[in-house]
């Protein structure tokens, strides 16, 4: 792996159970890792002896809290939104030109592609992973995007005919974020902060993309302790819907998610949230 990037898994209170990091390992990654947590995390030394002093950065929460916009006044340091942020300011520090910013509860890496009438899926082995992120960092530059992003399992609901692989990239990145050190992104809000950002500076130009090719797994939300599991418990998914709806109410509004647990969730109107890109064809000669 090259040696201008690392992954960067954001954690707080799980030192004995970071599933992204077996994940990782599992899956044949040999590249660079850090875990980045807060100075208010309690087991911040269980960090340092179950992985090694030199994978373990420390920030300042409230230093991150005073430079961010959490669009409330809730005074809740129990977000991710600060340590989204100051991975920026952590990979500069490192050193780093890229990096991949990863929760820490991912199960599974999977290829997704058409079986048949099915959308099937296969995990990656070797050194696979490696040169899937070699080629997310490929499509980063190209594309000029802010960030680039795996799909998640509600993208791929309804399957072959759900219509979202048939369209290769979605104009989102949630989750897992590919990102350049000279391209920073300003996260906001309390929860929901990677719809709202997405969504906010997506209607201003900027470019998200999700790449369907690839799926993360992530363990079933709230099912975890520590992290944002105990705010989440504490106010479901109501409060979490409406912060990216105050940010771009011309666009977002609150449904209903149904599966076997129906909960809130946001409906984005994508024809009032991003600009278009056109296909070439449509250029006109000079």
Known sequence: MRDDFAVLILTH?????????????????????????????????DYRRNFGEEHIVTF?????????????NLDEHRAILYARNESFRIARDLGLKYFLMLDDDYSDFLFRFPEGKKLASKTPRGKTLERIFEAMLGFLDASGAATVAFAQGGDFIGGLR?????????????????????????????????????TTL????????????????????????????AAYRESGT?????????????????????????RIHHRIDWECCVPKILNEKYRKER
Request: with cysteine; hydrophobic share 35%; net charge positive.
């Open 13 to 45: 209170g799980r030192a004995d159970n970071v599933v992204t990091m077996k994940t990782l390992q599992r899956q044949g990654y040999s590249g660079k890792w850090y875990m980045v947590i807060d100075d208010e995390d309690d087991m911040a030394d």
């Open 60 to 72: 300042c929460k409230q230093e991150a809290v005073d430079r961010a916009d959490t669009m409330d």
């Open 162 to 198: 759900g219509g979202n692989f048939k369209k290769r990239l979605l104009r989102k990145a949630m989750n897992s974020f590919f990102c350049r050190v000279d391209r920073p992104i300003q996260f906001r809000g309390t929860m929901n902060e990677d719809v709202t950002t997405y």
């Open 202 to 229: 997506g209607s201003r130009g900027e470019l998200f993309f999700t790449f369907v090719d690839v799926h993360i797994i992530q363990i079933p939300t709230q099912s975890l302790g520590g992290g944002m599991t």
């Open 238 to 262: 109501y409060l979490k819907t409406f912060y990216s709806v105050m940010s771009m109410p011309s666009c977002i509004k609150v449904g209903m998610m149904y599966s076997k647990n129906s």
